[in-house]
């Protein structure tokens, strides 16, 4: 079983096994595909 990551903002998901892996990626999203959104976290 994994944990998935969604974004509230596009149609991305994220698979992962574990709530810092899925965070990551997320931010990691967050910060490539939607800067400003990012910047205000
Ligand atoms: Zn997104």
Do not use: F, N
């Amino acid at each position: 079983m994994g944990i998935t990551g969604a974004c509230e903002r596009c149609d991305w998901r994220y698979l992962g096994s574990g709530y810092p892996e899925v965070t990551k990626a997320y931010q990691d999203h967050l910060r490539e595909e939607h800067p400003d959104t990012w910047l205000r976290r």
